[in-house]
């Protein structure tokens, strides 16, 4: 029997209210690791990397680390970059690969039309994944529970694909998984993407945070994308 286990790390962002204009994309992040593939000193790396500027126990959050709001009001542009550097050499160390699914609610009138393309999204996503799962024996899914609806979709998708076990790791909380802070960078990145593609410009605090566009799409975007499937 096959006892290759294949980690799938889940995150969303974005307000689940077609109506909300704060928010135009709802987006649905996977982050797919094989944990034959140990992680262990990439993390422990991470943690002396951020315990050198003087950060312990982070809960790595990329939108208000990027912004300098929330709990990472207080801290200067300067370490909340070095914060965002060290995550970005940690994915670029681990070996995972990563997808998104992005509604636009600009084309919804309507909560159910917000359902049933995400639901349309994700089938596709998980039957193209397919290749990929049948290689494993179990798929563990890593999940906060943040949306009834999408715990719902996951739960449809990954046991429809009959690999031999399928398992739902209970009481998910972002801390505890890097590669879970990994699925959050990975949705804001996401969103950053889709805001130079329709706008064609970053926010003052984000072109300011980032070195400018330019800068962005080179340093970070080019180098998360190298993962992507």
């Known amino acids: 029997m096959n006892e290759k286990t294949l980690s ?10 077609e109506s909300d204009e704060s928010s135009r994309y709802y987006i649905v992040s996977f982050v797919l690791h ?4 140990d992680v262990s000193e990439a993390i422990s790396s991470l943690d002396r990397d951020l315990a050198s ?12 680390i990027i912004r300098g709001n929330g709990a990472f009001n207080i801290l200067s542009a300067e370490l909340r970059r070095k914060i965002f550097s060290r995550m970005m050499g940690f994915v670029r160390k681990v070996d995972f690969k990563y997808h998104c699914l992005c509604v636009d609610k600009h084309y919804c009138d ?7 393309k995400l639901e349309h999204k994700m089938q ?8 990929i ?57 996401r969103l950053l993407e889709l805001k130079l593609e329709t706008e064609g410009r970053l926010s003052p605090s984000e072109f300011k945070f980032f070195g400018g566009i330019r800068a962005f799409e080179h340093n970070v975007l080019r180098r998360i994308k190298a993962k992507e499937i």
Not at 8 to 17: A, C, K, L, R, T
Not at 34 to 37: G, R
Not at 110 to 116: F, I
Not at 124 to 130: L, N, R, S, V
Request: glycine residues 8%.
């Open 8 to 17: 799938v790390f889940v995150d969303e962002s974005g307000i689940w209210n």
């Open 34 to 37: 094989d944990q034959t593939l």
């Open 53 to 64: 500027v003087g950060i312990v126990n982070l809960c790595f959050h990329a939108a208000p």
């Open 110 to 116: 309507t909560t159910q039309q917000m359902m049933d």
């Open 124 to 131: 596709e996503f998980i039957f193209a994944t397919k290749p």
């Open 133 to 189: 799962t049948d290689g494993f024996g179990r798929v563990k899914i890593y999940y906060d529970c943040g949306q009834t609806f999408i715990t719902h979709l996951l739960h449809k998708g990954f046991e429809g694909l009959k690999i031999p076990s399928v398992e739902f790791a209970q009481s998910v909380r972002p801390h505890q998984y890097k590669l879970f802070q990994v699925a959050d960078l990975i949705c804001t990145l």
